[in-house]
C-alpha cells in the first residue's frame, strides 16, 4: 500500500514552491511551517534508517542465537546421550564389580571353610593327643605315688626298726654314768 505513494525527501519538503494565488496562505507562515515539516521529516527519517538498521541488526544477531541454539540443542541431545551411555557403561560395571565380588567372596569363604574345617581337625587331633597325654601322666602319677608310698612305708619300718635298736639317749647317759 504505501509502496504506490510517492517518496518525499526533507530536501523536497524544503525547496517546494507553490504558486501564488490572490488571498492565498501567508507565504511567510507557510514557509516556517515546511522548514518544521522538513526538520521532522529529515528526523524521522534518519530514526527509521537507524531503526531499520537497529532492526537489520537485532535480525543478524536472532539468526546468530538461533544457529547458537540449535547448536545447543544438539549438544545437549549428544549430551544426554553420552549421559545414556556412561550411565549404562557404569551400570554394567557395577553389575560387573559386585559379580567378581560375590565370586571373590564365595571363594574367600570357601578357603576360610576350608581353613576352619583343618583349623577344627587340627585342633581335635591335639585335644586327642593332650587328653591322651594327660592320661598317661595320671597313670605315671599313680604309679609314682604308689612307689612313693612303698618307699615311705619302707623307711618309716625302718625308722621304726632302728629306734628299737638304738636306746634312746637317755639310758646311754645312765649307762654312762654308773661305768664312771
Known amino acids: 500500500m504505501l509502496d504506490n505513494i510517492e517518496k518525499i525527501t526533507p530536501l523536497d519538503i524544503e525547496e517546494k514552491e507553490f504558486s501564488r494565488s490572490f488571498r492565498g496562505y501567508n507565504i511567510d507562515e507557510v514557509d516556517d511551517f515546511l522548514e518544521k515539516v522538513a526538520a521532522n521529516y529529515e528526523l524521522l527519517t534518519r530514526e527509521n534508517h537507524n531503526l531499520k538498521k537497529q532492526l537489520e541488526e537485532i535480525k543478524s544477531k536472532l539468526e546468530e542465537y538461533k544457529k547458537d541454539e540449535e547448536m545447543f540443542r544438539k549438544t545437549l541431545v549428544t549430551a544426554q546421550k ?8 557404569a551400570e554394567k560395571k557395577r553389575e560387573l564389580i559386585i559379580e567378581r565380588a560375590q565370586l571373590e567372596a564365595e571363594r574367600i569363604i570357601q578357603e576360610a571353610k576350608a581353613k576352619a574345617d583343618d583349623t577344627l581337625r587340627d585342633a581335635e587331633m591335639k585335644v586327642l593327643e593332650i587328653k591322651t597325654e594327660i592320661s598317661r601322666l595320671e597313670k605315671e602319677r599313680d604309679i609314682f605315688i604308689m612307689k612313693m608310698k612303698t618307699v615311705i612305708d619302707s623307711f618309716v619300718e625302718m ?7 638304738v636306746k634312746e639317749p637317755s639310758s646311754i647317759l645312765e649307762e654312762n654314768e654308773g661305768s664312771i
Open 82 to 89: 553420552r549421559s545414556e551411555e556412561i550411565e549404562r557403561e
Open 159 to 165: 625308722l621304726d626298726s632302728l629306734r628299737k635298736e
